[in-house]
T-cell receptor
Framework: DTGVSQDPRHKITKRGQNVTFRCDPI?????LYWYRQTLGQGPEFLTY????????KSRLLSDRFSAERPKGSFSTLEIQRTEQGDSAMYLC?????????????FGQGTRLTVV | GENVEQHPSTLSVQEGDSAVIKCTYS??????FPWYKQELGKRPQLIID?????GEKKDQRIAVTLNKTAKHFSLHITETQPEDSAVYFC?????????????FGKGTKLSVKP
């Protein structure tokens, strides 16, 4: 386990299609975060989990966005009925919270292009 | 909610010079301030962080200072090298958040000319 991994690295989809991205955190990390990064901007916080519980989702961009972490390990981010404005890099990060807090480690991201 | 402003948006320095990037935050309860470096096409990576109970922290050529009263913090890079060229993001964690609940600035593109 060498870090946070995301799949796929790139996704091209047609407008109106649904897409799902996967994030595998560092194995011992209990917190997992999703961010969106558009060109020339800093990452924008979307949602996060502690184990399987989603503790914050008010920053999800619309009701077309949803995230799950059913077993407290990997997570998925789904975007329904994609729009061109959804084109961005979607970053996942993980950290250990509680005993021995760690920094947030980011994955390489999934670059989404909606055509 | 928390807002983080970062300046300048671009910075060009000669190799060996110092670089300073400044950020301000709005939530006085924010308690954690990391700096991330992002090279083109790569993931953001933490280079240094500071907590609200500390005024300054240094790690080799990199230092961060925090002024809680003024609600601003700065990144200082000394003896810059071409490999320091990247986009640097400051961030803060609003009170109650962990190291991953981050509000980022818009970034500073640093170019170090040989």
């Amino acid at each position: 386990d060498t870090g946070v991994s995301q799949d796929p690295r790139h996704k091209i989809t047609k407008r109106g299609q649904n897409v799902t991205f996967r994030c595998d955190p560092i194995s011992e990390h209990n917190r997992l975060y999703w961010y969106r990064q558009t060109l020339g901007q800093g990452p924008e916080f979307l949602t996060y989990f502690q184990n399987e519980a989603q503790l914050e989702k008010s920053r999800l961009l619309s009701d077309r966005f949803s995230a799950e972490r059913p077993k407290g390990s990997f997570s998925t981010l789904e975007i329904q009925r994609t729009e061109q404005g959804d084109s961005a890099m979607y970053l996942c990060a993980s950290s250990l919270y509680g005993q021995g807090n760690t920094e947030a480690f980011f994955g390489q991201g999934t670059r989404l292009t909606v055509v | 909610g928390e807002n983080v402003e970062q300046h300048p948006s671009t910075l060009s320095v000669q190799e060996g010079d110092s670089a300073v990037i400044k950020c301000t935050y709005s939530d006085s309860a924010s308690n954690y301030f990391p700096w991330y470096k992002q090279e083109l096409g790569k993931r953001p990576q933490l280079i240094i962080d500071i907590r609200s109970n500390v005024g300054e922290k240094k790690d080799q050529r990199i230092a961060v200072t925090l002024n809680k009263t003024a609600k601003h913090f700065s990144l200082h890079i000394t003896e810059t090298q071409p490999e320091d060229s990247a986009v640097y993001f400051c961030a803060s964690t609003p009170y109650g958040g962990s190291q991953g609940n981050l509000i980022f600035g818009k970034g500073t593109k640093l170019s170090v000319k040989p």
